[in-house]
């Protein structure tokens, strides 16, 4: 099974989330849009995304990129 996630390539934190790589590059590509929806939704957003926006915003302004291991 492959899984994917985020790493901060400045201090070396890895997540990983529970959806493939497709869905983490979505999310760093499009964390601006998932922030609106995320204010703006009274459900809120899937746990996997959440946890990923987390990482983002904790790592802002450092390199992150997106990962997969097997």
Do not use: I, N, P, Y
């Amino acid at each position: 099974m492959v899984r994917a996630g985020f790493l901060c390539e400045d201090c070396g934190e890895v997540m990983w989330l529970s959806q493939g790589l497709m869905h983490v590059r979505w999310l760093q590509d499009r964390e601006h849009v998932a922030r609106e929806v995320a204010d703006h939704s009274a459900s809120g957003l899937d746990t996997w995304m959440m946890e990923g926006l987390g990482f983002l915003a904790e790592h802002r302004g450092h390199g992150v990129s997106t990962m997969t291991e097997k």
